[in-house]
């Protein structure tokens, strides 16, 4: 039986945090794995850890339950390295705390990752009444916007059943091995509260040789991320997405006026903190040349160029002794990587690198 990590990194997302466990329990308990829960509670206002720990004490006991209180910053991705460091499973799922899977999900990224490796993430859905289903993937223009924008379907010549191998995906739910973990590692401890991740981690561990795959037949389930409740259509109804009724109960069907829980959005993030971990992204698994890319694609966004030119500089002295390491280690540069891509093209999205790799000598 093997055991298996999941990471939850939260900030003042109780009581919803309560239905992503009990998804995830279901999920992995029915395919005879042995879980590991381990929440993140970082820096969290709402007395979510001291809840956890009262509530559930006998799991806690036993080991199904892990409450980890990380408050030396808000950052998403630090918060998922302080859950990694006291997980023990050989696969380790790192998830929203406010999603549910269908079940077979979890399965499904658990034998992809022990048979393959890489990083295994699944198709995002949302909650509530929306009518289209948001396959969570991500294009390559690398242009204005750098990292790209979801992207809604499958590329041309994949199928729905059978996993294909993507560019990068997002955090919100995927699933690795532990040694590949220990060689390639997680987050910068450099990122602050949001933004950037995503990009860092999928490219760099295709850098190193690894790969980042999608599997088409899993599901989650996404809550929105404005209030914390939500009221109903005005009649009654069957979604055609899962949701969390406001006792923590996961239904299908809603009636007329009745509430559903969402989850607060726990970080206050400023442009400054976004523009800068994507600035130490660029650098990480780019170096100077790709900084100073992303430098100008924010120009714009500056009123005062200054300021830019300080999170440049606060990066490159942050930053220098990582993008070493991994500038040392890395099978291929980011460059290589974009020229000549291990992943099927996105499709309906027109693939566009930035002039400076046209301008080198193209790779044979």
């Given at each position: 039986?093997?055991?298996?990590s999941?990471?939850l990194?939260?900030?003042n997302?109780?009581?919803i945090?309560?239905g992503?466990?009990?998804?995830?329990?279901?999920?992995?308990?029915?395919?005879?794995?042995?879980?590991?829960?381990?929440?993140?509670d970082?820096?969290?206002?709402?007395?979510?850890?001291?809840?956890?720990?009262?509530?559930?004490r006998r799991?806690?006991?036993?080991?199904?339950?892990?409450?980890?209180?990380?408050?030396?910053k808000?950052s998403?991705?630090?918060?998922?390295?302080a859950?990694?460091?006291?997980s023990?499973?050989?696969?380790?799922?790192?998830?929203?705390?406010?999603?549910?899977v269908?079940?077979?999900?979890?399965?499904?990224?658990?034998?992809?990752?022990?048979?393959?490796?890489?990083?295994?993430?699944?198709?995002?859905?949302?909650?509530g009444?929306?009518?289209?289903?948001?396959?969570?993937?991500?294009?390559?223009r690398l242009?204005?916007?750098?990292?790209?924008?979801?992207c809604?379907?499958?590329?041309?010549?994949c199928?729905?059943?059978?996993?294909?191998?993507i560019?990068?995906?997002?955090?919100?739910?995927?699933?690795?091995?532990?040694?590949?973990?220990?060689?390639?590692g997680?987050?910068?401890?450099?990122?602050?509260?949001?933004g950037?991740?995503?990009?860092?981690?999928?490219?760099?561990?295709?850098?190193?040789?690894?790969?980042?795959?999608?599997?088409?037949?899993?599901?989650?389930?996404?809550?929105?991320?404005?209030?914390?409740?939500?009221?109903?259509?005005?009649?009654?109804?069957?979604t055609?997405?899962?949701?969390?009724?406001?006792?923590?109960?996961i239904?299908?069907?809603?009636?007329?006026?009745e509430?559903y829980?969402s989850?607060r959005?726990?970080?206050?993030?400023?442009?400054?903190?976004?523009?800068?971990?994507?600035?130490?992204?660029?650098?990480?698994?780019?170096?100077?040349?790709?900084?100073d890319h992303?430098?100008?694609?924010f120009?714009?966004?500056?009123?005062?160029?200054?300021?830019?030119?300080?999170?440049?500089?606060?990066?490159?002295s942050?930053c220098?002794?990582?993008?070493?390491?991994?500038a040392?280690?890395?099978?291929?540069?980011?460059?290589?990587?974009?020229m000549?891509p291990?992943?099927?093209?996105?499709?309906r999205?027109?693939?566009?690198?930035?002039?400076?790799?046209?301008?080198e000598?193209p790779?044979?």
């Amino acid at each position: 039986m093997a055991k298996i990590s999941v990471i939850l990194r939260a900030r003042n997302e109780y009581p919803i945090i309560l239905g992503t466990i009990h998804s995830f329990l279901e999920d992995l308990e029915f395919h005879g794995y042995e879980p590991e829960i381990i929440v993140v509670d970082n820096k969290s206002t709402d007395n979510m850890a001291d809840v956890l720990e009262d509530k559930f004490r006998r799991w806690i006991r036993c080991g199904l339950l892990k409450v980890v209180r990380y408050y030396e910053k808000p950052s998403t991705w630090c918060a998922i390295n302080a859950g990694y460091e006291v997980s023990t499973g050989d696969v380790i799922i790192v998830a929203d705390a406010h999603i549910s899977v269908k079940v077979g999900t979890l399965d499904l990224i658990i034998k992809g990752a022990q048979k393959h490796g890489g990083l295994w993430h699944v198709p995002l859905q949302m909650w509530g009444d929306l009518t289209r289903i948001k396959r969570y993937q991500h294009d390559v223009r690398l242009t204005e916007k750098f990292w790209g924008d979801p992207c809604q379907f499958i590329p041309d010549g994949c199928s729905d059943q059978e996993p294909y191998k993507i560019a990068m995906a997002g955090a919100f739910c995927f699933a690795f091995l532990r040694e590949e973990a220990k060689r390639f590692g997680l987050y910068d401890p450099a990122f602050g509260p949001y933004g950037g991740g995503e990009p860092y981690l999928t490219l760099k561990w295709w850098m190193m040789g690894s790969s980042v795959w999608m599997e088409p037949r899993g599901l989650a389930r996404h809550a929105f991320g404005i209030d914390h409740v939500w009221v109903t259509a005005p009649k009654d109804r069957k979604t055609r997405n899962q949701v969390y009724l406001k006792d923590g109960r996961i239904t299908n069907q809603v009636k007329k006026g009745e509430e559903y829980l969402s989850y607060r959005s726990g970080y206050t993030v400023d442009n400054r903190n976004f523009y800068r971990n994507f600035l130490i992204a660029s650098y990480l698994i780019g170096g100077k040349q790709w900084l100073d890319h992303m430098a100008n694609q924010f120009a714009t966004k500056f009123k005062i160029q200054k300021d830019l030119q300080d999170l440049v500089l606060s990066v490159l002295s942050e930053c220098s002794k990582s993008r070493a390491q991994i500038a040392a280690s890395e099978k291929v540069s980011l460059n290589e990587l974009l020229m000549n891509p291990p992943w099927n093209a996105c499709s309906r999205h027109e693939v566009k690198l930035p002039r400076f790799l046209y301008e080198e000598k193209p790779l044979t």
